[in-house]
């Protein structure tokens, strides 16, 4: 019998959380943001010919040819954004061959561009995202330099249209893109352009930013981007669920203690299930006591701490669990936004941090 953890995925999640896009930005086209193996949910799986889930996106954004190159030879046709742009010059080729969309945030890949011109004009020339520093910097032109680096672009025969982008760093905040839309608005003035800036959180909350294409990511797997709003406050449902089971039960009298380090010890008598997940399956080890858990359907918190391989729960408000009942992790019952809250980081990054040896099960 093999080891009862399981990741399941619900593809008609995704493809439920891309109408609640749509819905929200109604005359934007939509990057589905599929970076670090779809948010840990698997690209393939995703994108696979049978999968509903993509169907009302316009494009799938991504970080790297190789990734794009298996996009393709799966059979996606739609455009396809590489967010970073090039790293080389050789990224280049593999782009125009591939049809892609690339990011231009800074000198040196316009030079590239540049240089490829000694080869001769393209027959297909580049589309490119010139991307914009609006405060975040990370990545983009400097707003005083945005208009010098589109002039140099557009004079180009490398390349064809030129989108005007940015990223927020502060999208979750009521008024976190106020001074960003300043400086784009300053940086872009006199260019006519398509633009793209929002990501999940400016999608949600602020909808100035929707503009021609949109960018979501976390909200298709149906995890929120803020601190405070939860992800079912928007209608959006986990395509994610993290499960397993008990494999043990044991009773800890007053003054007995669980785990590596006792970091729990009973003030009662108290039974204790242990889980077969531990954070080499992906779950914090950081989880305090208390992060939430549910077993049989019921809620209830983690107790001790995570070990590599198993995790330790209070079974007090689910007296009828024993060896074999169900726990879910998170998903539906247990959102993995309040495990990450609870574990100090947000749900990106528990997704992202699914381990290699956690079978997954499409269900749908
Ligand atoms: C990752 C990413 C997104 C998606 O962000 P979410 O917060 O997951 O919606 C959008 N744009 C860029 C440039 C990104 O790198």
């Known amino acids: 019998m093999s080891r009862p953890i399981q990741a399941l995925i619900a593809r008609s999640a995704i493809a439920h959380n891309l109408a609640v896009v749509r819905s929200r930005a109604p005359t934007s086209r939509v990057w589905a943001v599929l970076k670090a193996d779809a948010y840990g949910h698997g690209l393939e799986r995703i994108v696979a010919p049978d999968s509903p889930a993509l169907a009302l996106a316009d494009g799938i954004a991504v970080l790297d040819t190789e990734t794009a190159a298996r996009l393709r030879d799966g059979g996606w046709s739609r455009p396809i954004l590489l967010l970073e742009g090039c790293f080389e010059s050789r990224d280049l080729d593999a782009a125009r061959a591939l049809g892609l969309t690339v990011t231009v945030h800074h000198a040196e890949q316009i030079a590239m561009i540049e240089a ?9 020339p580049l589309s490119v995202y010139l991307k914009m520093n609006s405060g975040m910097n990370r990545l983009g032109f400097d707003p005083s330099r945005y208009r010098e680096a589109w002039l140099r672009l557009r004079a180009s025969d490398q390349v064809g249209a030129i989108t005007l982008t940015t990223h927020f760093a502060n999208a979750d905040r009521p008024d976190g893109v106020d001074q960003p839309m300043r400086e784009f608005e300053r940086g872009a003035v006199g260019i ?5 800036l929002a990501n999940s959180a400016a999608l949600l909350a602020h909808p100035s930013t929707h503009a021609d294409w949109v960018r979501p990511g976390v909200m298709l797997y149906g995890a929120t981007p803020f ?3 939860p992800a079912a406050e928007f209608g959006l449902r986990p395509a994610m669920t993290l499960r397993s089971r008990l494999i043990a039960v044991q009773v800890l009298q007053p003054g007995a203690s669980t785990g590596y380090g006792y970091r729990y010890t009973a003030d009662r008598e108290i039974r204790v ?3 077969a997940c ?21 809620r209830t918190a983690l107790v001790g701490r995570v070990s590599m391989d198993m995790l330790t729960v209070d079974l007090t408000p689910v007296p009828g669990a024993a060896v074999g009942s169900g726990v879910e992790l998170w998903g539906a019952q247990v959102a993995v936004d309040d495990v990450a809250q609870a574990a100090g980081t947000v749900g990106y990054e528990l997704l992202c941090a699914l381990a290699p040896r956690v079978p997954v099960v499409t269900v749908d």
């Open 273 to 275: 299930g242990v889980v």
């Open 278 to 298: 531990g954070y080499a399956d992906g779950y914090p080890r950081v989880a305090p006591n208390g992060t939430p858990v549910a077993v049989d359907g019921i």
């Open 192 to 196: 006519e352009a398509p633009r793209s």
């Open 116 to 124: 490829a011109r000694s080869a001769g004009p393209p027959s297909a």
């Open 227 to 229: 601190a405070t709003r």
